[in-house]
């Protein structure tokens, strides 16, 4: 995956509208409490982590770095808390495919005819933090990537209720930004302790109801190594709420396999 898909899956990694859906405020219409603490803003935020049990989404995802900018349509699947598909494609080619699972990763790209497969721990090895499958779906979904202590150190600024530095204990740290009228997470900034000074961003714009529940519309993220930048915007069409959903993968014959 060299040219298309690499890049898309390792950030996404690192990190839908029906007829009864809206968009919510893009700002925040209610000011912080002032008298709120944080284990009161960490649990409103849990409280509204979306719960399904399938999910299907149409995306148009736009990938820029210093070297290249590239649109592609982005189908995206989960069966919550087990499994996540995606299909990127141009005017209707297949570019790629990935399927994650608790235990296992795997993708095939159909420009280089090659795939990969290994554990999902694998993972931690390309983006350098630990990643289960409930961390993944959790960027998706614009709920924290990681669980925050109800003593974690809190402040407000923006008009956002600011919880960090939270240290994961891997060698980097996380900010995270809840959003005061609804409690969803407004921005995640991920900076990097070790030599190599690392940071990545994320930012949800708005959000859409679904079914009663807010998911994110739109997601922008940022990441920051020396000398070098990679964006990604990923604009979230349609979303449907179903009781059941095809994972349907298969690498086609004739491909070859890497190791990324």
């Known amino acids: 995956m060299k040219k298309y898909f690499g890049p898309i899956f390792l950030i996404l990694t690192l ?33 509204t982590r979306p719960e399904f049990s399938y999910y299907a989404a149409r995306t148009q995802l736009v990938y820029e770095s210093k070297r290249q900018r590239q649109k592609v349509n982005l189908s995206l699947r989960m069966k919550y808390g087990d499994t996540i598909w995606m299909k990127a494609s141009v005017f209707g080619v297949t570019l790629a495919k990935a399927l994650i699972t608790k235990d296992k990763v795997s993708y095939y790209e159909s420009l280089n005819k090659t795939y990969y497969e290994g554990p999902t721990s694998e993972i931690a090895r390309w983006i350098g933090i630990p990643v289960s499958m409930t961390q993944l779906q959790n960027i998706l979904l614009g709920q924290s990537i990681m669980t ?54 994320l930012t949800y714009s708005n959000y859409a109801e679904v079914a009663k529940q807010l998911f994110p519309e739109q997601l922008n993220l940022s990441v920051r190594l020396p000398g070098q930048i990679t964006a990604i915007e990923l604009n979230f069409k349609q979303i449907d709420l179903l009781d059941r959903l ?8 004739g491909f070859k396999a890497i190791n990324p």
Not at 155 to 171: E, F, K
Not at 246 to 253: D, R, V
């Open 15 to 47: 990190i839908l509208l029906s007829q009864s859906c809206r968009t919510a405020a893009s700002l925040s219409s209610t000011a912080p409490n002032p008298k709120w603490n944080s284990g009161q803003v960490i649990r409103a935020h849990k409280q």
């Open 148 to 201: 925050m202590g109800r003593n974690a150190d809190m402040s407000i600024r923006n008009n956002q209720y600011i919880l960090g530095p939270l240290d994961t204990g891997i060698g980097w740290n996380i900010h995270n930004s809840i959003r005061p009228d609804n409690f969803r997470l407004e921005r995640a900034e991920l900076g990097s302790t070790g030599v190599v000074p690392t940071s990545v961003e």
């Open 246 to 253: 095809n994972f349907s993968y298969q690498i086609p014959k």
